[in-house]
């Protein structure tokens, strides 16, 4: 027997032990239980017992021989090894009892309610050494127990006690070195695993709930957010010891929050990121990147729509997908997207080669992240300016509780880099951000130069170099992705002067607070009118005018199909990975930001409103097209889970008293009552955030580590060799038919490349008549559901000879996505 099965609940409630009689040592087992009970009872009776734990373990030993009878006659429920489990229990009773009672005498119960509501610390005592052994000692047999029934090693319970205590190790090494005596008290920083404890006894009872809160009974969620918690309030502790306040360790803990959201993203990227590109948008920005570079032009040249025009077939098949009609003298082409993205792929492929080309975007996503921290933190920061009036009142009131408790300014500065950090890690974690980061597409740059363009102008306050720096970062956004434009009312908006622009500051400027903002706005336009030229002026050089784009997606526009694709996107957006978690925090952020500072509303949903109304008509609308909004949200979020928070600091300061009052009799309802109410109502709030965050984050914070990983156009690394085996396969004067590879082909393998699918059967054999009649070797790849009709009326022509096959995606129907699969690879012959 492994000794890690007595830790586990299965071993215990094993039904298949009644099934057949024990052997006769079960006899033994009997013979010890009815010595325990005589034992026991001569005890009792030279009164060197008290009475309650000679009844206890009269109880434990009658019933250790009872099972041993149920055992021995194989009775089905007598005989379970739970009995003896409960007759341990009891065993332990009165010793547990007396340890208890000596725990509470040294405040270990109402320690452990402070530090889970995040109270005050203990101002006077500590505890014994005895208790703060028998506490240790707990949570090591606590540990062991779940991590025996997570069918983990039972030995990583000391590592995660040791991990869990380092603040506690640190501050008692420092109290040391001072001379100052150990607070034993700050253990109670450990008190969140016994949620972990409860939870896992919950779930091993068969306690189960309905959707997704099941997700809360899970055993190795709970220990994960107990612990995380149990160490953040062991470093809030160490923080007191340093006497650093609750607010200094609020904003330590927001910058180590930020730094280990950009580490995180930083070592998701290197993990994750495509080691190629294939599809239509991915390849498209890559070979604009890639064009621009080598050839100074984001035009392609396509050398085989020569042969479809001397043929006159359609030309559409000899183009990759995203590309428009090439002309019929350079026989060159540019794609329907923005050309502003190829000035970050093409610098990147220059300074880096390939590998720079599939980085650069990971490395706009950080920067991202940081911009989305400083347009967080000067958002909440304008929101908390204006403090509620009832905040004095919380101040004297929480004074009188805890005169170290911190208020006021230290709150007002410490909240913003609070919500900057959950900002920024609701980002980083969300899965579209995640996933649109690891190929070279547009999305992750609209997004940061969008976010910086609105925080450039939320910090001009007269200024017109900020204005002018805010308009350059408006026509970058629009440089890159044309529908950035509609956030310019919201950019508009933020240049408005405040309420509170002093006469001073605005006559500073250049007159008056409408001259001054005139002004501005000048400034900004002019500047992102000198962004946006060079894509205007390749506008008219390539479409014939500087607002004639190479898209014709605006005939996918329509108010007919609106609700569907409402519905579509709200039900993507409430997504457990995205916002489906947040939704609460959404709409408490929304409240708070409402009360506290109207116009800082009034711009984000300028901004996020415009955006969205406008893009939900696209009946393709997909996330990654809103991608720019998703901080707006996060923020609102962040801002929301803050003000949660500082209600449960209210809660605790008893600012929420009349709740209790209302729960039950006022003559019952003391102080004391009230106290432990709103500390149990702040400890529920601060374990639902807890909760709430990992929920949402768990499955792609470990995406690094299970790769279950997966994007339009993404390429791993098996895939990428693929392709450098069929430019091994095939000569250079080669012509490849394929499906949506066909981009991918022409960057990776260096061959020409067509698409069959999209010809008539007489068109495809001319073409490929014209191929052999030039002397080129005619290759297909069998890549996608679409080639089934051209393999068809190719095998009835010709003599299709496999010579390979490799690793790359097989493309459904139109709009089915993609598969991983080996795909045959066949040379087109002339029958013989």
């Known amino acids: 027997m492994r000794l890690d099965n007595l830790l586990r609940f299965d071993y215990w409630s094993d039904g298949s032990v009644t099934v057949q009689p024990a052997g006769p040592l079960m006899w033994l087992v009997v013979a010890i239980g009815l010595l325990g009970c005589l034992a026991v009872g001569g005890l009792r009776r030279s009164g060197r017992t008290p009475r309650d734990a000679a009844f206890a373990w009269i109880v434990a030993s009658g019933l250790i021989a009872l099972v041993g009878l149920g055992r021995l006659f194989a009775i089905p429920v007598l005989g379970l090894r739970a009995g ?53 000692a707990a949570h090591l047999f606590g540990l062991a127990v779940v991590l025996a029934n997570l069918h983990l090693p039972v030995l990583l319970a000391p590592a995660l006690l040791a991990f869990l205590l380092v ?105 994750l990121r495509t080691h190629g590109v294939t599809g239509s948008d991915p390849y498209a920005y890559a070979q604009m990147g890639v064009d621009l570079a080598t050839r100074g032009t984001v035009l392609h040249p396509f050398p085989l729509a020569r042969l479809a025009y001397a043929l006159d077939i359609p030309l559409h098949p000899v183009v990759h997908v995203g590309y428009r009609i090439p002309d019929g003298s350079r026989y060159e082409a540019p794609t329907v997207w923005p050309p502003g993205y190829a000035a970050f792929t093409g610098l990147a492929y220059l300074l880096a080669g390939e590998r720079g080309l599939y980085l650069v975007t990971p490395l706009l996503n950080l920067i991202a992240l940081i911009v989305i921290a400083w347009f ?126 002093t006469r001073e500051a605005t006559r500073a400027t250049l007159g008056g607070p409408l001259l001054s903002y005139a002004w501005r706005l000048a400034s900004c336009a002019l500047a992102a009118w000198i962004a946006a030229s060079p894509v205007l002026m390749y506008h008219t050089t390539v479409f014939g005018g500087p607002f004639h784009v190479g898209s014709e997606e605006l005939t996918n526009f329509s108010l007919v199909r609106l609700p569907e694709t409402l519905g579509r996107t709200t039900d993507e957006l409430n997504h457990y990975r995205e916002f489906g978690w947040l939704m609460p925090l959404i709409l408490i952020g929304a409240a708070a930001m ?144 394929c499906a949506l590879n066909s981009g991918a082909v022409d960057l990776h393998a260096g061959r020409a490349a067509f698409r069959p699918a999209v010809w008539t059967p007489d068109e495809l054999i001319r073409f490929v008549d014209a191929l052999h009649a030039e002397g080129r070797p005619v290759f297909l790849l069998d890549d996608g559901a679409e080639l089934r009709a051209s393999l068809a009326t190719l095998r009835a022509r010709y003599a299709l000879r496999e010579v390979g096959r490799l690793d790359l995606p097989y493309y459904e129907a139109v709009g089915g996505g993609s598969q991983n699969r080996r795909v045959p690879l066949f040379k087109i012959e002339a029958r013989r």
């Not at 009672?101 to 270990?108: F, I, K, P, S």
């Not at 919950?202 to 957010?225: D, E, Q, T």
């Not at 980002?427 to 363009?453: C, G, H, K, N, R």
């Open 84 to 136: 003896w489990l409960i007759a341990a229990l009891l065993a332990l009773v009165p010793p547990a009892k007396r340890a208890l009672g000596r725990a509470r005498a040294d405040g270990l119960v109402a320690d452990c309610l402070r530090a889970l509501s995040f109270g005050p610390p203990r101002a006077a005592g500590d505890w014994s050494i005895t208790t703060a052994a028998l506490w240790m």
């Open 167 to 271: 603040p506690f190790t640190l501050s008692t090494a420092l109290d040391r070195a001072r001379r100052r005596s150990v607070q034993f008290w700050a253990l109670s920083s450990l008190s969140p695993l016994t949620i972990a404890y409860l939870t896992t006894c919950l779930s091993f009872g068969g306690v189960r709930f309905k959707g997704a809160l099941n997700g809360v009974l899970s055993p190795l969620l709970s220990l994960i957010v107990m612990s995380a918690l149990a160490f953040v309030i062991g470093g809030r502790w160490a923080a007191q010891r340093l006497e650093i306040g609750d607010w200094g360790f609020v904003r330590r803990s927001a910058l180590l929050l930020i730094a280990a959201s950009l580490g995180w993203a930083a070592w998701a990227a290197l993990a």
């Open 376 to 501: 967080a933190h000067h958002a909440s920061q304008m929101a908390y300016q204006r403090t509620p009036a009832e905040d004095h009142v919380s101040g004297a009131q929480c004074q009188a509780t805890h005169a170290r408790q911190p208020h006021g300014q230290d709150e007002a500065r410490a909240a913003p880099d609070a919500v900057a950090a959950l900002t920024v890690f609701f980002t980083a974690t969300s899965y579209q951000q995640v996933e649109w980061q690891m190929v070279p597409m547009a999305d992750i740059a609209a997004q940061l130069f969008s976010i910086l363009a609105l925080t450039l102008a939320w910090r001009a306050r007269g200024s017109l170099l900020m204005a002018g720096l805010s308009g350059l970062a408006l026509g970058a956004a629009f440089d890159i992705r044309y529908t950035q434009v509609l956030i310019a009312p919201a950019i508009a908006l933020a240049l408005a002067p405040a309420r509170c622009e």
């Open 594 to 737: 409402w009360r506290r500072s109207r116009r800082a509303l009034a711009v984000l949903a300028a901004y996020a409103v415009t955006l969205f109304l406008f893009h939900v008509a696209y009946a393709y609308l997909r996330l990654r097209d809103i991608l720019s909004l998703f901080p707006v949200l996060h923020l609102l979020a962040a801002f929301g889970a803050v003000e949660l928070w500082r209600g449960a600091s209210a809660l605790r300061c008893g600012r929420c008293a009349w709740i209790a009052q209302r729960l039950g009799p006022a003559a019952h309802c003391g102080d004391a009552i009230r106290s432990t109410l709103n500390q149990l109502l702040a400890i529920a709030a601060i374990c639902a955030l807890s909760y709430l965050f990992v929920l949402r984050a768990m499955e792609t914070l470990a995406l690094p580590v299970t790769r279950g990983f997966g994007a339009f156009g993404y390429l791993a690394r098996e895939q990428r060799l693929s392709f450098e085996r069929l430019r091994q396969m095939t000569p250079n004067d080669a012509v490849i038919g």
